[in-house]
């Protein structure tokens, strides 16, 4: 068996309220990665486009108030 496949059993035997704060901690840590990896793709200038993408449409007018 593999160690997949021994987490998918332990999972599969957790109780509904353990369950929940597995489901819980697992997507806080998918976020934790996500936030790391716009920070580093914005300190890259990866995001840059976007920046310029705005002040494009704000130029044009087309932006709408929020």
């Known amino acids: 068996m593999s160690k997949a496949e021994e987490i998918e059993s332990a999972i599969e035997s957790l109780s509904e309220e353990e369950y929940i704060r597995l489901r819980k901690w697992f997507s806080e840590k998918d976020w934790e990665k996500w936030d790391r990896q716009i920070e580093a793709d914005s300190e890259a200038g990866k995001l840059d486009f ?11 007018g087309k932006l709408k108030e929020l």
């Not at 976007?50 to 044009?60: N, V």
């Open 50 to 60: 976007l920046i310029r993408e705005a002040l494009d449409e704000k130029a044009k």
